[in-house]
């Protein structure tokens, strides 16, 4: 069963940056990004397919944030440039273990498995 595990959040002020990892228990397609802050439904924000050749972002953080991936180590990572205050929020990494059309990768449903999240905050 797969298994994701999230770190590299924190607390950072405005303009900083942070950069988060999702390492998996075994090879996914696509991952994806999400975050869901206080009050809010969860959203995607980036999301990148198996190879890492195609990716993906919500235009909120389109120039900010940057999705890579490293297959020899399983694991994925989400730099994040320019920090604003309503980028606070929990940030989830969900995997594939089957193929998935890429423009549906912004998708909560698309995933069938999930790491615990991670608290981002930014504020001065």
């Known amino acids: 069963q797969l298994q994701l595990v999230e770190s590299g959040g924190g607390l950072v002020q405005p303009g900083g940056s942070l950069r988060l990892s999702c390492e998996a228990s075994e090879f996914t397609y696509a991952i994806g990004w999400f975050r869901q802050a206080p009050g809010k439904e969860r959203e995607g924000v980036s999301c990148i397919s198996a190879t890492g050749s195609t990716t993906r972002y919500v235009p909120s953080v389109k120039g900010r944030f940057t999705i890579s991936r490293d297959n020899a180590k399983k694991t994925v990572y989400l730099q994040m440039d320019s920090l604003r205050p309503e980028d606070t929020a929990v940030y989830y990494c969900?995997?594939?273990?089957?193929?998935?059309?890429?423009?549906?990768?912004?998708?909560?449903?698309?995933?069938?498995?999930w790491g615990q999240g991670t608290q981002v905050t930014v504020s001065s």
């Open positions: 969900a995997g594939s273990a089957t193929p998935l059309l890429l423009r549906n990768c912004l998708m909560l449903t698309e995933y069938g498995a």
